[in-house]
């Protein structure tokens, strides 16, 4: 597609509920970040993936999350029996880091509200 | 100590004026300097890219990156009401590690 499309757009779910979120990234691009922006705050790196190397799971907060991508392209994060604390805007971004460029380009996120 | 360092304002200033937004770092392992803009309830758009110290400019947009003092500058001439936003920087080491984003600057312009 011409820019990195995410899935849904916004998100309520009860405390205790399993959510997932989808991120089609640009076509070609082998890179690929999830991060977290709460409210007012600035953006908290998740997870990076790259190809197909070993994902740099670092950032992610807790157990409770984790990531996949199938195929070098689409992604999934799933949180598991989410908090209030969950609540944020998760933004999807990919790269095509050939030549050491960087530039990452986002999608409009996921506004997720646990209730 | 945060790795990226940036004042979150708000900042106001008056239709016309130069904006001067600024990040410092502490790791001097950060080779690629980004800056994003982000209109409210929207994802960050990416706006400049650079790789090496000196200046960069792009319309009413120049990037500055002082590898040496570990600072990073976006100027902003002529400024518009349509330039109100939050403004990011991020860097990061190469081409195969994760961005690291500033809190933000969130900038008025007055018309």
């Known amino acids: 597609g011409a820019g990195v499309s995410q899935s849904p757009s916004n998100k309520v779910t009860e405390k205790g509920k399993d959510v997932e979120l989808r991120c089609d990234p640009i076509?070609?691009?082998?890179?690929l970040y999830w991060y977290r922006q709460s409210l007012g705050q600035g953006l908290e790196f998740l997870i990076y993936?790259?190809?197909?190397?070993?994902?740099?799971k670092s950032g992610l907060p807790s157990d409770r999350f984790s990531a996949e991508r199938t195929g070098g392209s689409v992604s999934t994060l799933t949180i598991q029996r989410t908090q209030q604390e969950d609540s944020a805007v998760y933004l999807c971004?990919?790269?095509?880091?050939?030549?050491?460029?960087?530039?990452?380009?986002f999608g409009q996120g996921t506004r997720l509200t646990v209730v | 100590q945060k790795e990226v360092e940036q004042d979150p304002g708000p900042l106001s200033v008056p239709e016309g004026a130069i904006v001067s937004l600024n990040c410092t770092y502490s790791?001097?392992?950060?080779?690629?300097f980004m800056w994003y803009r982000q209109y409210s309830r929207k994802g960050p758009e990416l706006l400049m890219y650079?790789?090496?110290?000196g200046n960069k400019e792009d319309g009413r947009f120049t990037a500055q990156v002082d590898k040496s003092s570990k600072y990073i500058s976006l100027f902003i001439r002529d400024s518009q009401p349509s330039d109100s936003a939050t403004y990011l920087c991020?860097?990061?080491?190469?081409?195969?590690?994760?961005?690291?984003f500033g809190k933000g600057t969130r900038l008025s312009v007055i018309a």
């Open positions: 971004a990919s790269s095509s880091p050939r030549g050491g460029k960087t530039e990452a380009f």
């Open positions: 993936f790259q190809g197909n190397s070993a994902p740099d």
């Open positions: 650079t790789y090496s110290s």
């Open positions: 076509s070609g691009h082998t890179a």
């Open positions: 790791n001097s392992a950060f080779q690629y």
């Open positions: 991020a860097m990061t080491v190469s081409g195969n590690t994760p961005l690291v």
